[in-house]
């Protein structure tokens, strides 16, 4: 079975992870990792949701963080710091120091992203073919109103620095216009048996990797189903500031809004054609009551439970997505 998944950090990292378990080595897994994420910090490129991937499904991320590097020790930022070198609110180790400058050494001798993150992963082995969307350089910028001021910061900024506690207007993914998908990335989506989104912010991570020229039409018109597992259980974000980031784009912090923002494939009951992207979408039990409004939007829903509270439990959400792919294959 060769299943393609658009991931972000750490939701991504943590379905992959039980996704792996429930098929087994045999399934080939290809995962399109968001790059809207990367920023340059100390003269270093910085992959915050490929290294999560990476980690996490290589044994080495820090398990209660969900993002950096077990064992992690900061002896260079207490340097930096002491030369009065920033910016403090980005914290990286020194285990994570080591990624990022054989990365912008890579880089800075030629080699595009793509093959760079296969270096790195012939280190982690992940045990899936990990794509980064795009070769080319992609930022995501939020557009605030700070104290009476309108300027747009890096998506790091917006979350590391700033918590998100500044409302976001706008979601700007810099570069994606004029950006093409890396090596790998449509050949994946057109040869898959399935396609997930998994709970991974619609926005500034599966949204993003979208917004690359050739993505979204890939997976739109892909033979394979296209199943979705909502990130929002109870009108809230399982974890991280989807519900900010969704308000910004006018969408809905429900399990509904989401899969409507994405939009359905097939043809809704009152025969509009569908201009979507999901075949089939998962919701969280306690999200029963939105079934039945999904439907109506074309799209196949089930309510099953979405919390990942250990790899189990992620091999089991895995599971009832690979369910339902098949349901909608037959259909």
């Known amino acids: 079975m060769r299943i393609v998944v658009l991931a972000g950090g750490i939701g991504g990292a943590r379905f992959l992870r039980g996704l792996k378990q429930a098929v087994g080595?045999?399934?080939?897994?290809?995962v399109i990792g968001n790059t809207g994420d990367d920023i340059h910090l100390f003269g270093l490129k910085v992959c915050p949701d490929l290294d999560t991937v990476m980690y996490t499904l290589g044994g080495g991320i820090h398990e209660e963080q969900g993002w950096g590097r077990s064992d992690e020790s900061f002896a260079v930022k207490e340097e930096l710091k002491a030369y009065g070198v920033g910016p403090e609110w980005f914290g990286l180790g020194d285990r994570d120091f080591a990624t990022h400058i054989v990365r912008t050494q890579m880089l800075g001798a030629g080699y595009p992203l793509s093959a760079v993150t296969e270096a790195l992963c012939d280190r982690w082995q992940p045990g899936v073919r990990l794509l980064p969307m795009s070769d080319d350089r992609v930022e995501t910028h939020v557009l605030i109103n700070q104290d009476g001021e309108k300027k747009a910061v890096h998506f790091q900024e917006?979350?590391?620095?700033?918590?998100?506690?500044?409302?976001?207007?706008?979601?700007?993914?810099?570069?994606?216009?004029?950006?093409a998908p890396a090596p790998g990335v449509l050949e994946a989506i057109a040869a898959a048996d399935v396609i997930?989104?998994?709970?991974?912010?619609?926005?500034v991570s599966v949204g993003t990797i979208l917004a690359v020229p050739g993505i979204r039409a890939a997976v739109a018109k892909a033979a394979a189903p296209v199943v979705g597992l909502s990130p929002i259980i109870g009108g809230a974000p399982v974890r991280g500031m989807a519900d900010k980031v969704l308000a910004a784009v006018g969408v809905e912090t429900s399990a509904a809004g989401v899969a409507l923002h994405y939009g359905g494939r097939a043809a809704g009951p009152d025969g509009t054609a569908g201009t979507g992207l999901?075949?089939?979408?998962?919701?969280?039990t306690s999200d029963a009551?939105?079934?039945?409004?999904?439907?109506?939007a074309g799209i196949v829903c089930r309510a099953v439970p979405l919390w990942m509270t250990d790899v189990d439990t992620s091999a089991e959400?895995?599971?009832?997505?690979l369910a339902l792919a098949e349901e909608v294959r037959r259909a």
């Open 25 to 30: 080595p045999e399934a080939d897994i290809t």
């Open 196 to 203: 997930i989104l998994p709970p991974s912010n619609p926005v």
């Open 158 to 179: 917006f979350w590391v620095k700033l918590h998100a506690t500044v409302p976001a207007e706008a979601i700007i993914p810099v570069g994606a216009e004029s950006a």
């Open 278 to 284: 999901l075949d089939g979408w998962l919701v969280d």
């Open 289 to 296: 009551a939105a079934v039945a409004g999904v439907e109506s």
């Open 317 to 321: 959400m895995a599971r009832a997505a």
